[in-house]
Structures are given as structure tokens and as C-alpha cells.
């Protein structure tokens, strides 16, 4: 069976940055997703299309069909205050907040000091081109409860 929409896909994968870092893996068949359902980033996907069990792939994708280009606007100097009780604040820490729009999103702080905390909402691989490496586990049918949930269920999907 070849990854086409609506297929789940189970892969095993090694993801590393331009300077070979491994930023994250997955082995053993344990991650799965629902292809044509933005699961996962659009390169890879666009990669996987077409591919069947056992099929290996090694694929950089950019920065505009992975998690975007970093945008300078997404960094923000906010009052140290605003954090209230919530004792150091540390580089690295992440909390939620609301875009603009409204919309949640994760800031990272990247900067601390007396008086103001800097953060970022951009995605931490924002600007950073992904090299995979994936082998195809499996190819499935979605069930139908899994099409109109646009996820996995069960191993190595999402369980609920």
C-alpha cells in the first residue's frame, strides 16, 4: 500500500540541523500519523507521498515547508512583572500566551534581566532547515473515527 490522504503512516525517523545535531528521532515504529491531515510539516509530507513499507528517505526541507521563517516581530521585551509569582523566570522556560489575534501560542524566554524578560513565539525551528532520514513501518486504511478526528488512535497516535 502506497502514503496517500487519509492513509495512516507509521515511520521511524531521525531529524538533525545543518550542523548535524540530532534534534529528535523517533524508532521502533512508534510514531504514526494521518497523512493529508497537517499532522506533520508539509515537506516531509510532500517527501512521504507515494512511498510504501520499508521505503527509505533522506530529505532536507526549507524553512517556508517546515515550521517557517523566524519573524523578528514574534520577539518581544515585556516587564518582568507580568510574570507574577512565578519565581525566576530562566532562559529556556517556555509559557502560554495569546498572539494578537488571540490565538494561543508557546513563548520561550531567550533573554533576562533586573527588569524585563524577552521572549520569543517563534516555533524553535523556525529559520532552521530539517534534514530527515525515514524508514516507512506501515501503511494502513484510517479508520472512519480516525478521518473525523484528522489524527491516530492507538499505538504510537493519540489515545483517547
Known sequence: MQIANEKVVVI??????????????????DFAYLHGANNIIAGLEKA???KS??????????PAEAYGERNPEMTQVVPKEMFGAEGD??????????SPEGQEIVVTVVAVD?????????HPL???????????VDVRDA????LEHGHVHGPGGHNH
Request: hydrophobic content about 35%; cysteine-free.
Open 53 to 62: 513499507v520499508n521505503d527509505e528517505v533522506s530529505v532536507s526541507i526549507e
Open 143 to 146: 479508520s472512519a473515527e480516525e
Open 114 to 122: 533586573d527588569e524585563n524578560v524577552t521572549v520569543d513565539g517563534n
Open 12 to 29: 521511524n525517523y531521525t531529524l538533525r540541523n545543518d550542523d548535524k545535531e540530532i534534534l529528535d528521532s523517533a524508532q521502533e515504529g
Open 89 to 98: 523566570i530562566e532562559v529556556g522556560q517556555q509559557f502560554q500566551a495569546a
Open 48 to 50: 512521504l507521498d507515494g
Open 126 to 136: 523556525a529559520g532552521v532547515t530539517l534534514h530527515f532520514e525515514v524508514q516507512v
